[in-house]
């Protein structure tokens, strides 16, 4: 195929992704997801985008990586959005604000703090991040029928990650720490680096857009947590039995 018909940055075309994608921030990862769609087959990997494709309930569903931060992240939801994907669900990982949550859990976002930069360039920072009620409720159920630890609630994504897991380390330690516990306080139940930008992109195109992460940094840990690889792999299938919920729901409300 002619490279000027592929996306420039993720080096699809038209016809090798689904309308469903789920989007780890993680290429390798995206191998992972792969094992649970039907049929599955790696369609490219361009920089850090790594796409697999295969179906889920006879729907053709992709995995695409988007790469860590807000930047390479928005790139994926254009361009995978100029090839027809209308449903993103982030699956990642995230560090706990409050301290009910434990390594392992799962973290389902009703919407997302914007302490980041890029949706800025989009849109000013009173436009909120809220994902698609019907991505949460499907990640819900899926979770519950899992028996998956789960927690529902508003994320905040950040750009600098060592700033939030290390802030003692930064010249000014004491402002971060404030604003960490400030963020805790209002309720804010966990901390990624991609969510915002993901539902602020996915909304203003008027895509579907959820987040479900695990949590791999408990709160005051100061490290990230090599966790045993089966929490990674229920979040996985989770993450999985949850668009087949979408894509069985959206084929009802079709007919």
């Known amino acids: 195929m002619a490279e000027a018909e592929r996306k420039y940055h993720v080096g699809l075309a038209e016809g090798e992704v689904g309308g469903y994608v789920l989007m780890p921030g993680d290429p390798f990862r995206t191998a992972l997801i792969a094992r649970y769609l039907e049929g599955a087959d790696e369609k490219a990997f361009s920089r850090e985008y790594r796409t697999f494709t295969g179906t889920v309930g006879g729907e053709k569903v992709s995995t695409t990586s988007s790469g860590i931060g807000g930047p390479s992240a928005a790139i994926a939801v254009e361009e995978l959005g100029e090839l027809g994907v209308h449903t993103f669900l982030r699956v990642g990982t995230c560090g706990a604000a409050q301290p009910h949550i434990k390594t392992g859990d799962l973290v389902i976002a009703t919407g997302a703090v914007r302490s980041e930069g890029t949706p800025d360039a989009y849109v000013p920072k009173e436009y909120p991040a809220i994902a698609s009620h019907d991505v949460i409720t499907a990640c819900m159920e899926a979770a519950e029928a899992a028996g998956a630890p789960h927690h529902l609630g508003l994320i905040r994504s950040v750009d600098a990650l060592y700033s939030d897991l290390m802030p003692e380390r930064m010249p000014r330690p004491a402002e971060?720490?404030?604003?960490?516990?400030?963020?805790?306080?209002?309720?804010?139940?966990?901390?990624?680096?991609?969510?915002?930008?993901?539902?602020?992109?996915?909304?203003?195109?008027?895509?579907?857009?959820?987040?479900?992460?695990?949590?791999?940094?408990?709160?005051?840990?100061?490290?990230?947590?090599?966790?045993?690889?089966?929490?990674?792999?229920?979040?996985?299938?989770?993450?999985?039995?949850?668009?087949?919920?979408?894509?069985?729901?959206?084929?009802?409300?079709?007919?």
């Open 176 to 255: 971060l720490r404030a604003e960490l516990e400030m963020w805790a306080r209002a309720g804010v139940v966990a901390n990624d680096m991609e969510s915002s930008t993901i539902l602020i992109v996915a909304s203003l195109r008027r895509f579907r857009a959820g987040v479900i992460l695990l949590c791999v940094d408990e709160l005051g840990a100061g490290e990230i947590q090599h966790l045993d690889p089966s929490y990674m792999d229920r979040m996985l299938r989770v993450a999985v039995n949850a668009i087949g919920l979408l894509v069985e729901r959206d084929r009802a409300a079709a007919h």
